[in-house]
């Protein structure tokens, strides 16, 4: 969350996408082979999403799917025409990768964005295409913070690795306590 703002504020996002799979309204997914999500329940999964803006990945395989939002290992958005601001906390288990595309975007259509990325486990995040770079964190203020023991390893094809932006009277921050960025 944006240091000043409360957590209050935030909301989460309005579509989420998981290896193409629409996830907003929750539930739990496996991985196949190929990337994708196939419903599932929570003795046997490797993606879950509560609905409320927290996402966990358990040893999860996750690429994106076909074009567009699909396309991105995992978008989140708020598409309405206010300013939201909008929260994704990503909670890694065991060894997680995402690819294609833009691996991780998350980004209102107005309003602050905000990424944590959480420990214990580790993400590999391996973006295949674009300008926009592995982790991309979109908002009027935009934050990204990686915590709690996470390992973060995030490779780009054809541009920078994070990718940060916030509007010209915002801000943009990174911050990595008690973790990794590789």
Known sequence: IIQGVSAADYVA???LWVGGTSVVD???WTTNEDGSLIASDSSDYNVYYDGDGNLWLNNANIVGQGSGNAAT???AYYDERVD???ALTIHLSGDNSVSNGYPIYVAPRGGDASL???GP???TATGTYGGNGGIFVKGDTSSLTIKNGADVTVNSAKSSAVTIVANYLGTGTLTVDNATLH
């Open 13 to 15: 996002p309005n579509e």
């Open 26 to 28: 929750s539930g739990y």
């Open 73 to 75: 290992g995992i978008y």
């Open 84 to 86: 939201t601001d909008i």
């Open 116 to 118: 944590t990325i959480t």
């Open 121 to 123: 486990g580790s993400l």
